[in-house]
């Protein structure tokens, strides 16, 4: 019997704080990702699950997660 592995990545429906541009992101991305309307860093890589970019003057994230998308629709 093979023991499939259990997926611990998922997808999130994130939006920017700068500009309200929803989009959709991997979660366990390996490259920092940016807001596609106006260039705002969303999520920063960490080797694992990526997490939200800070802005460094205000020390609150540039984004938020709508939603966590489920990987069977």
Do not use: W
Not at 15 to 23: E, F, L, M, V
Not at 29 to 54: D, E, I, S
């Amino acid at each position: 019997m093979v023991k499939s592995r259990k997926v611990r990545s998922r997808f999130l429906y994130v939006q920017c704080n700068h500009c309200n541009n929803k989009q959709v992101v991997f979660g366990c991305t390996k490259t920092k990702v940016n807001c596609l309307a106006c260039n705002t860093p969303l999520l920063v890589p960490t080797g694992g699950k990526a997490l939200l970019a800070k802005n460094p003057a205000t020390k609150l994230p540039n984004a938020h997660i709508l939603e966590i998308l489920d990987r069977n629709l």
